[in-house]
Each structure stands twice: as C-alpha cells, then as structure tokens.
C-alpha cells in the first residue's frame, strides 16, 4: 500500500510539473489569455536607465516612491502624511481582503507593492516537493490573473525573505518559475523578490537560478547604514528597493548582562530614520528605485513599541514625524514629544538594573514638546518576553503587571519590585493630547 500511494503520488508530481513546464514555456500569447475587467485599467511600470542609475516610471512618468509597510490601518494616514504608496506581505492572509486594499489604495491615490505569497523553508515548506511547488505555482498564477490589472498595482514582491535560515537553493528555481509565468500574463508590472539583509550568497543564487527577475529588495534596519559600503564591496549594480528599514533591530542593540536587547526611546528611534534617509535613501536614489518604511502600524515583536511607529491605542510617534518631513520637505504642524531613556534608581539600561525584589524604586525621565502641549504619563510594567519566534512571526505580548507601580500617571514613580526573581520591563508613554505619544522602556533583573 505505502508502495502504490508513492507510485501515484510520483505520477502525480510528474503530471504536474510537465503541465507547469508546459505552461511556462509554451504561454499563448498575452492576449489571448487575458480577461480585463473593464473597470479595472492597468498602468504600466517599468524600470529604465537614467543618468548612470535607473528611474522608476509609471505611466510613462517618473515615480518616487514614497512608502511604507502597511496592511492593517487606515490608509488615509498615509495620504494625510505625503505618502504615494504602501507595500504588503500577501494577498490573501493580509488583515483585509486584496481587492478591497487596491480599491482602496485607488481611491486616494495610492499605489500598491503587493506581496505574493510564496512559502518559506523556515516554516516547513520542502522546495525538493514537486507537488507542493507545483501547487503552489498555481495559486501564484490564480492571484497575478486576479489582480494583475488594477491600477493600483506597482510592482509585485514574491515572498518575503526567502532566504532568511533557508538552506535549499531550489527556492529560486520556483521563484523563477513563478517570475517567467508573471512576465507571460502581465507585462505591465516588475517583479521582485524580498530579501533579509544584504546577501551575497543568496544574490548570486538569484544571479544563476532567477535570472528572469526584474530587481531584487533589501530589508535592512541599523544594517542599511551599510548598504553603501556592501554595495561598492561587491560591485552591484542593479536597481533594488530598500522594502522595510527604520528602527534599529533588536538582535541588533546592546543587550544587559541577562540577555534582554535594549531599545531605543521612541526619539532615538525617529534620529535614526531620519539618519537612514538622508545618509543612504536619498543619496542613492538613483540605484534605490523605491523604498518603504517599517512599521505603519504597531506589532509585537520583542515588545509592543519596538517596531510600530504608532501605538496600540492610535497615537503617532515622532517617527512619524520624521516621514512627514521627509515626504513633504517641512515638519507637521504639531509635533510629538521628545524623551530621554528612562532612569531607575538612577540607573539608565546600560547599566544592567538589577533590583532587590519587594523594595521600592524610583523611575523617571526627561520630557520636551515643541508646541509646549500639556503631557500626560502612563507607566506599564511587564515581565520580559520569553518569545523566541524570529523573522517577525507572532509574538504574545505578556500580561501587565498591576498594582506596583504607586501613581502610573506621574512624572516620576515609585516602583514596588515583584518578588518572584526574573527579568521585567518598565514602560512610559507620554502623551501630548493631539494623537501623538512617545515612548521608552527599560529592562531590569529581580534577584
């Protein structure tokens, strides 16, 4: 019995992947397979020379991107703040349907890099499996049909950081596939592919394997402060996007002597956007074609403010700020706080805070508003996560610890120290009154 499910099943594969062969090689003409919706007109991207460096064009004209990561917030947001696009990591598991993000998109006047979804080694798919990659080719196919002729359609991004703890070169193979059958149905949109850092390895995997591939994007966060020096080390000179930077990462910072990264204040975070810009962007705009910022919206990962450049409750951070600047040339009329890092017992988090458990200490920390508005605190403590996912998958943010903190509205605080021996972070939130907060914490040790 195992014997004949093997038997078809390798029959299976072989049907398969002749029939995917066939269809990438042999491809009726464009258009004679097209199935236009006759509301929905495709605008035709294209990447050219210019000048030594490459442009974007979009219909017909030069198009500066002005992004960010986005799918789970009110894209208005991004209009009000001089945004023209946003990039996704899927089509069909993002926090709203595709059609309705793109119809969305349109009605503001926003592109859209859309993620295709392609699956990763890390998370068990097998690229050696003919059938799973063959399956997999076709949904690909299905969506790029669905979707290939909105006008809010950029680029597509197929997969995001595929190289990220991948040991099977046969990854690009499908990418590749996957980019030909794309180029067949729609030719009015490049193709890319997301990549965790600067790799050299996998760029010339991508070289020999995925030739077909129109550009490849960076995903660097203090990293990207480096691209210049990657790039003339190896010589590359192709176009790419910069598909996620902004806050330094956390396997990236200074850790306490226990293990717990240390984050930047929400103001350290902004100087470093703007740093990140002006220092690599903007200067390299003529081979960085595009770039999105991380994150326009709020996430867990190592803690709940490391990456979102809003809250959970809706305020904007000065990163925000930042973007507006950017993208507009003059900074918002209101402005967010500004903070130092938090000091406990007079400690600052460089200094490895470890407490007495059940003793009292003092926190605070400094605070500036440039439109002089009336500040409001929320002090939060939490034990330190134990989450080990990496790449961004899910994290749980762990429960608040209540009634140890003696007034959490104060400026300044007194802590009552858990009893029970561990690591904990201290929270701040400072609040202008005009949706905008700013944040810092600090990791401390119990004993």
């Known amino acids: 019995m195992k014997f004949e499910i093997s038997a078809k099943r390798l029959l299976l594969s072989a049907t398969v992947v002749g029939l995917v062969c066939l269809l990438v090689l042999v491809q009726k003409p464009a258009d004679e397979v097209r199935q236009q919706d006759p509301a929905h007109t495709a605008i035709k991207v294209e990447i050219v020379a210019a000048e ?8 017909g004209q030069p198009y500066v991107v002005k992004g960010a990561g986005i799918d789970n917030r009110n894209l208005q947001s991004l209009v009000d703040h001089g945004a023209n696009s946003l990039r996704t990591w899927s089509v069909d598991d993002g926090a709203q349907p595709a059609e309705q993000l793109l119809d969305r998109a349109s009605s503001l006047g926003l592109t859209v890099s859309l993620g295709l979804e392609f699956s990763s080694e890390r998370h068990g798919f097998n690229y050696d499996d003919a059938v799973d ?3 997999q080719f076709e949904q690909a196919r299905a969506r790029v049909l669905k979707y290939r002729d909105h006008p809010a359609l950029l680029v597509w991004i197929i997969g995001n950081e595929l190289n990220f703890n991948s040991e099977n070169p046969k990854v690009y193979d499908a990418l590749n596939d996957v980019v030909k059958m794309i180029h067949a149905l729609d030719p009015n949109h490049p193709t890319t592919t997301a990549l965790s850092y600067f790799d050299t390895k996998a760029l010339n995997l991508i070289g020999a394997r995925a030739p077909d591939l129109d550009f490849v994007s960076f995903q660097l966060y203090a990293g990207l402060l480096n691209l210049p020096v ?6 590359y000179r192709k176009p790419y996007f910069v598909t996620e930077w902004g806050s330094v990462g956390h396997w990236e910072v200074a850790k306490t002597s226990w293990g717990a990264p240390i984050e930047n ?23 960085a074609i595009g770039n999105y910022v991380f994150l326009w919206g709020q996430k867990q990962e190592k803690t709940p403010t490391w990456y979102g450049m809003y809250l959970n409750s809706g305020e904007e951070t000065e990163a925000i700020d930042v973007m507006h600047y950017i993208w507009n040339g ?14 406990l017992n007079g400690n600052v988090a460089q200094d490895n805070v470890s ?15 440039f439109d002089d508005d009336p500040i409001t605190y929320r002090w939060v403590l ?12 899910y ?20 802590l009552l120290t858990p009893t029970l021996a561990g690591g904990y972070r201290l929270f701040v939130y400072v609040y202008d009154g005009q949706n905008h907060a700013a944040h810092a914490n600090i990791p401390f040790y119990v004993r």
Do not use: C, F, M
């Open 52 to 59: 030594g460096g490459y442009q974007l064009l979009r219909g």
């Open 133 to 135: 990659v063959a399956t």
């Open 230 to 235: 990657d790039i003339a080390k190896t010589g």
């Open 265 to 287: 204040t929400s103001s350290e975070k902004a100087s470093n956007y703007l740093k990140s810009y002006q220092e690599v962007l903007q200067p390299h705009a003529d081979q």
């Open 330 to 343: 003059r900074w918002p009329d209101n402005r967010s706080p500004r903070v130092s890092p938090i000091r």
């Open 355 to 369: 407490l007495e458990g059940g003793k009292r200490y003092s926190a605070t920390l400094d605070v500036t508003d």
């Open 382 to 393: 939490r034990a330190e996560s134990a989450a080990e996912q990496v790449g961004g998958d």
């Open 395 to 414: 994290e749980e943010l762990p429960e608040v610890i209540a009634g140890l903190i003696e007034d959490p509205t104060a400026a300044e605080i007194t």
